[in-house]
């Protein structure tokens, strides 16, 4: 039996934070009905297209293990059977621009008075405050949560990071508070309402930069780079390129090949308890000693100058190398691995990191598995749903309606072009 077998969740997410959630929750065995928008569906369905007139990538990846049912919401059919969903779900997931909901006549009131039991979880990109009607898309997301702000170098502009720590990292926010509240309703038999806001989700994740503005009040970030090269810290926390965000000095050095491979990197840290083992590796063993190196705090001023001295040997090396010499010996230390690494690593195959799905339309293709192992209910991937694929089947077996009465629904327009 899966963890959350029996869970039923109306899906009204679209792009990306809101079914980053609902596919979770459905990996972890939630009933996941995804409605849709008659003759449209999500509209990743098309963006992005490799092969024309099939799901995107960017739509099936984000949609697995789901059923999908089309449904205007608007006509007053739609709007019965949507009431029925109501009823039926245990959870309504949505992340449509903020009043959206409201104007469909489906608001937390309404959701309450059909069924008190119901979580209503939502996606925004701000909370209550200035800015709650503002529709926003990830890259929005990371620059007002303050990831944008502490990312890039120092003497170049905010820059945005590949992870997307706005729709998917708010999505994960969710699906935690979604849990959450099935937990409570188990002890009060009420459901609630469940928000995640994007900005709040980035600055969650970007709590050590918080850390930093309220150190940099007491005097400079000896940690930063910046420091080390005696470039005055201004009144905001700065950008740090690729300085360890903590207490152990970190940089990206390069390795063998970096002249013509983009990644031929390695993250490697100095990590105090290691600071003799690295003075030999590199060379430098009259570092162990010298009152200038052999402490950390001693070395704060001269780390620009450590890294480097690190870089001339790491540079005779690939990453892998440098990797298999600094691990033996509890260095961190990790190699800059690139998307088509990763998705020819055997490892990530077998633990179901990396799965290869099979697709009616598209065939074969590589997406990310379930990124929490649960011993007990471990999650197996299965294919997103074609657009409506589910809806016969959703209205009889899970709404119930008689055969007569899905004749007049789909009469009714309701489903689509009748
Ligand atoms: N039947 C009928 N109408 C439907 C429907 C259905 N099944 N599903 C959706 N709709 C309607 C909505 O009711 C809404 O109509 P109104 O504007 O008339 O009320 C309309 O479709 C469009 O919804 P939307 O405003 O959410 O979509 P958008 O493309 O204009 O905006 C986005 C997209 C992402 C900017 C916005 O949804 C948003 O800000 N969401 C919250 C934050 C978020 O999740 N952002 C991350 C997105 S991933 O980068």
């Known amino acids: 039996m899966k963890a959350l077998e029996g869970v039923r969740i109306l899906d009204f997410t679209h792009v990306q934070?809101?079914?980053?959630?609902?596919?979770?929750?459905?990996?972890?065995?939630?009933?996941?009905?995804?409605?849709?928008?008659?003759?449209?569906?999500?509209?990743?369905?098309?963006?992005?297209?490799?092969?024309?007139?099939?799901?995107?990538?960017?739509?099936t990846m984000l949609n697995h293990n789901k059923r999908s049912i089309t449904l205007n919401t608007k006509n007053e059919t739609g709007k019965s059977v949507l009431e029925r969903l109501v009823k039926t779900c245990d959870v309504?997931?949505?992340?449509?621009?903020?009043?959206?909901?409201?104007?469909?006549g489906f608001g937390w009131e309404r959701i309450q008075e059909l069924n008190p039991r119901m979580i209503m979880a939502?996606?925004?990109?701000?909370?209550?405050?200035?800015?709650?009607?503002?529709?926003?898309?990830?890259?929005?997301?990371?620059?007002?949560?303050?990831?944008?702000?502490?990312?890039?170098?120092?003497?170049?502009?905010?820059?945005?990071?590949?992870?997307?720590?706005?729709?998917?990292?708010?999505?994960?926010?969710?699906?935690l508070g979604i849990v959450t509240a099935l937990y409570h309703r188990e002890k009060t038999g009420r459901g609630q309402r469940v928000l995640a806001a994007m900005q709040d989700?980035?600055?969650?994740?970007?709590?050590?930069?918080?850390?930093?503005?309220?150190?940099?009040?007491r005097g400079p970030l000896t940690e930063y780079s910046q420091y080390g090269l005696g470039?005055?810290?201004?009144?905001?926390?700065?950008?740090?390129?690729?300085?360890?965000?903590?207490?152990?000095?970190?940089?990206?050095?390069?390795?063998?090949?970096?002249?013509?491979?983009p990644n031929a990197y390695v993250y490697?840290?100095?990590?105090?308890?290691?600071?003799?083992?690295?003075?030999?590796?590199?060379?430098?063993?009259?570092?162990?000693?010298?009152?200038?190196?052999?402490?950390?705090?001693?070395?704060?001023?001269?780390?620009?100058?450590?890294?480097?001295?690190?870089?001339?040997?790491?540079r005779t090396k690939t990453k892998f190398e440098v990797m298999d010499i600094c691990n033996p010996m509890d260095i961190p230390c990790g190699p800059i691995l690139s998307m088509k690494e990763l998705a020819e690593e055997p490892s990530l195959r077998e633990t179901g990191t990396v799965v290869e799905v099979d697709h009616p339309a598209r065939g074969k293709y590589?997406?990310?598995?379930?990124?929490?192992?649960?011993?007990?209910?471990?999650?197996?991937?299965?294919?997103?749903?074609?657009?409506?694929?589910?809806?016969?089947?959703?209205?009889?077996?899970?709404?119930?309606y008689s055969a007569a009465e899905v004749d007049d629904i789909r009469a009714s327009g309701a489903l689509g072009k009748p």
């Open 201 to 217: 989700g980035v600055l969650n994740l970007c709590r050590v930069k918080l850390r930093d503005q309220q150190r940099l009040e």
């Open 366 to 400: 590589l997406t990310v598995g379930c990124p929490i192992k649960l011993s007990e209910s471990p999650a197996e991937v299965t294919r997103s749903p074609l657009l409506g694929e589910h809806t016969t089947e959703i209205l009889s077996e899970v709404l119930g």
């Open 122 to 175: 939502s996606v925004k990109g701000f909370g209550p405050g200035p800015y709650e009607d503002c529709k926003v898309y990830e890259n929005v997301a990371q620059c007002t949560g303050g990831a944008a702000s502490t990312t890039g170098f120092l003497d170049g502009p905010p820059t945005v990071t590949g992870a997307q720590v706005g729709d998917s990292g708010t999505g994960l926010h969710l699906a």
């Open 231 to 261: 470039v005055p810290f201004s009144d905001a926390t700065p950008r740090a390129g690729n300085d360890s965000g903590g207490g152990q000095p970190g940089w990206i050095l390069k390795c063998k090949g970096w002249e013509t491979d």
């Open 92 to 104: 309504l997931v949505e992340n449509f621009a903020p009043g959206a909901l409201d104007r469909m």
């Open 17 to 59: 934070s809101g079914p980053t959630c609902t596919q979770l929750l459905a990996w972890f065995g939630a009933d996941c009905i995804k409605v849709e928008r008659p003759g449209v569906g999500d509209a990743t369905r098309g963006q992005l297209r490799d092969i024309p007139d099939v799901d995107s990538l960017y739509f």
């Open 268 to 314: 490697f840290i100095t990590q105090a308890a290691v600071w003799q083992r690295i003075c030999d590796i590199i060379g430098k063993p009259e570092w162990k000693e010298d009152p200038g190196y052999a402490k950390p705090e001693a070395r704060l001023d001269k780390l620009n100058h450590i890294f480097e001295t690190i870089e001339g040997w790491t």
